[in-house]
């Protein structure tokens, strides 16, 4: 019989169009490649980048996704570190040029290629995908795909924001909105010792936020949220996870002296950040940025997950999108 060299992806043909199931041929590794065949991808916010078109010269049909995990099929030529069968995870960092100025400084992170999983390269909604060597790492085996898929990116910049915060332990944390990506931060802030406050609207998430470990809820729109964390002597950092920017700014005004916001979604609006307040600075997810008044933002990793087969990704990304959804999504490919 046969063997099919056809996989199942899930593409987006150009800015603002669907998602579309579609037939193609599995790619094949270049040199330096590999190639995985896909038992988990994360359902993330950056997936509105490609979906949405919010990057120029962005090139169509692309196949989106950026949190992946799942098992080498077939190595590059010059691909010595890994072996048919390891299993791996693949973040929105897809690799680096090796060549440009940052890349010859160590400073991989900020390779001026913008190599990006999903959305420079294809990404993990298929069945099969190629990653290149160093932009992988190694998934061990008593984590499972669907719940581990979302820690290749989202834990890994939660855990890096809460760690670069400056919170020390019995300090207060807050955590701004309890979605998908909010609920790993009550955790992780939860299990480093801090005091961690969310910051919901209304009290629909208050029960979830207690079960996560959360020491106190506050509903966002029934109180004044920075007396609140005044209350508290202030927070010695914010996380500010939705991805808008209208409510961020007054939340400044709940730091402590010296205290820090931390963006780590994407926002597109103008944030308007008050002269009384340039005390205060944001440190954003891709690395030391100061905000000024009148900034104009562009931002940009033991979960809870909801799973949706691969053909419903359009359905993940709009619950996703809509806060519809408490948990994080991830497609399971088989």
Same mark, same amino acid.
């Given at each position: 019989?046969a @063997?099919?060299? =056809?996989?199942r /992806?899930m ?5 603002q169009?669907?998602f579309?199931l579609?037939?193609?041929? @599995?790619?094949v590794? =270049?040199?330096?490649? *590999?190639?995985?065949?896909?038992e988990a991808c994360?359902?993330? &916010? #950056?997936?509105a980048?490609?979906k949405?078109?919010?990057f120029?010269?962005?090139?169509y ?11 080498i099929a077939?190595l590059?030529s ?10 791996v995870? $693949?973040g929105?960092h897809?690799g ?7 890349c ?6 900020g390779?001026?290629? +913008?190599i990006?999983?999903?959305?420079t390269?294809d990404g993990?909604y298929?069945?099969y ?5 160093? /932009?992988?790492?190694a ?7 669907m719940?581990?898929a979302v ?5 890994r @910049?939660i855990? /890096?924001?809460?760690?670069?915060? #400056?919170a020390q332990?019995d300090?207060?944390v ?5 979605d998908?990506?909010?609920q =790993?931060?009550v955790q992780?802030?939860v299990?480093m010792?801090f005091?961690? $406050? *969310? =910051? ?8 979830l ?6 020491h106190a &809820?506050?509903d966002?729109?029934?109180?004044d $949220?920075v007396?609140k964390?005044?209350?508290l002597k202030?927070a010695?950092a @914010?996380?500010?996870l939705?991805?808008n920017?209208k409510?961020i700014?007054?939340?400044? /005004?709940?730091?402590?002296?010296n ?8 926002a597109?609006?103008t944030?308007?950040? &008050?002269?009384e307040l340039d005390? &205060?600075f ?5 690395g030391g940025?100061t *905000?000024?008044p009148?900034?104009k933002i +562009?931002t940009m990793?033991?979960p809870i997950v909801d799973?949706?087969?691969?053909e419903q990704?359009?359905?993940?990304y709009?619950?996703?999108m ?13």
């Amino acid at each position: 019989m046969a @063997i099919s060299t =056809l996989m199942r /992806a899930m593409q987006i043909s150009n800015p603002q169009g669907k998602f579309e199931l579609v037939k193609r041929e @599995i790619p094949v590794p =270049l040199t330096n490649e *590999v190639l995985i065949k896909v038992e988990a991808c994360g359902v993330c &916010y #950056g997936e509105a980048f490609i979906k949405e078109g919010f990057f120029s010269g962005l090139t169509y049909p692309r196949i989106p996704g950026h949190e992946v995990i799942g098992k080498i099929a077939k190595l590059g030529s010059e691909v010595d570190k890994w072996k048919v069968g390891d299993r791996v995870g $693949v973040g929105w960092h897809g690799g680096y040029c090796h060549k440009c100025k940052e890349c010859l400084r160590g400073n991989f992170w900020g390779c001026e290629k +913008f190599i990006r999983t999903g959305i420079t390269r294809d990404g993990g909604y298929a069945e099969y995908m190629t990653a290149r060597s160093e /932009a992988m790492i190694a998934i061990p085996a008593e984590l499972e795909s669907m719940e581990g898929a979302v820690l290749v990116c989202s834990g890994r @910049i939660i855990l /890096a924001a809460l760690k670069d915060s #400056g919170a020390q332990v019995d300090d207060v944390v807050a955590i701004h909105s309890l979605d998908g990506l909010g609920q =790993l931060a009550v955790q992780y802030a939860v299990m480093m010792g801090f005091k961690t $406050v *969310v =910051l919901s609207n209304g009290i629909a998430k208050e029960q979830l936020a207690y079960k996560l470990g959360a020491h106190a &809820y506050i509903d966002t729109t029934a109180v004044d $949220v920075v007396k609140k964390l005044n209350k508290l002597k202030g927070a010695r950092a @914010i996380l500010c996870l939705p991805p808008n920017g209208k409510d961020i700014p007054a939340l400044i /005004a709940g730091l402590e002296q010296n205290g820090k916001m931390v963006i780590i979604t994407a926002a597109h609006e103008t944030m308007r950040i &008050y002269r009384e307040l340039d005390r &205060y600075f944001t440190d954003f997810a891709k690395g030391g940025l100061t *905000v000024t008044p009148d900034s104009k933002i +562009f931002t940009m990793e033991i979960p809870i997950v909801d799973i949706f087969p691969l053909e419903q990704a359009a359905k993940a990304y709009n619950k996703m999108m809509n806060s519809k959804v408490l948990f994080r999504k991830v497609l399971k490919m088989y």
